[in-house]
């Protein structure tokens, strides 16, 4: 039987990228959206050995049906990429509990309720959870007080993760990505943004997504089988230089 992985928000992004290089290294997969015209999209160029399914996981009865709905197609769960998120970036002053409850519903909440829902068909194959993160849950940033927030607690969930289901032989990483080349980025990103970025990364430019998905992917695979609890920044260096950058300021 193959190995099977569910990704969340996979309709674009590093979401995508991962999903195609799991079904290039043989496996099969769930690809989970709540935009479900973009998730069709998604499925085409997937195409054979993907599932779509529309859920918003942020509810606890979608992240059941996502793990039911992947049993009844696949018969098992070898890899859980928890990458759902919302970007929702303004001021300190300016974040009302509305905006924080939204990232944190998805950001946070996705995560732990994906995860405990796929658990015991994890356990069954001592399997992976590989949680993203960002560099700004790493380090604090300006407009970032609940993206930066939620990114941070899903850091120590992961690390929970990784000490008490160990014992299950269930794995548990997660990747923190610095700026990264998606359609989203380049269309909010201004160029006095862009130029900053290039500036204080080591590397001199943004990561892409399939250099993300490469990191994602190891780490769920066999060639990563003793590493667990583990906050893998994958940003050019940019996280050894310091974040919050003047061009973000109001």
Request: glycine letters at 10%.
């Amino acid at each position: 039987m193959q190995k099977c992985a569910i990704v969340t928000g996979a309709a674009r992004g590093i979401g995508l990228a991962t999903a195609k290089q799991f079904l290039e290294q043989g496996y099969v997969v769930s690809a989970v959206d709540r935009d479900e015209a973009e998730l069709e999209k998604a499925l085409g160029e997937l195409g054979e050995g993907a599932i779509g399914l529309p859920y918003d996981i942020s509810f606890p009865e979608k992240a059941e049906a996502m793990v039911t709905d992947t049993l009844a197609s696949f018969g098992r769960i070898d890899a859980l990429v928890n990458n759902a998120g919302v970007a929702d970036f303004g001021p300190v002053e300016d974040t009302d509990f509305a905006r924080w409850r939204r990232v944190m519903e998805t950001n946070l909440d996705g995560v732990f309720l994906c995860s405990q829902a796929a658990t015991p068909a994890l356990r069954e194959t001592k399997g992976a959870i590989l949680n993203i993160a960002s560099i700004s849950g790493l380090r604090a940033s300006t407009l970032r007080v609940a993206y930066g927030t939620s990114k941070a607690a899903v850091i120590h969930l992961t690390q929970q993760q990784a000490a008490e289901l160990g014992e299950y032989g269930i794995r548990a990483n997660c990747v923190c990505p610095g700026p990264v080349r998606t359609k989203l980025a380049m269309a909010v990103h201004t160029q006095d943004i862009i130029d900053a970025y290039h500036d204080a990364i080591p590397l001199n430019r943004y990561g892409t997504e399939e250099e993300l998905a490469n990191v994602i992917t190891f780490l769920c695979s066999d060639k990563a089988s003793y590493v667990t609890g583990q906050i893998v920044a994958v940003d050019g260096g940019f996280q050894s230089t310091g974040v919050g950058l003047p061009a973000l300021r109001k």
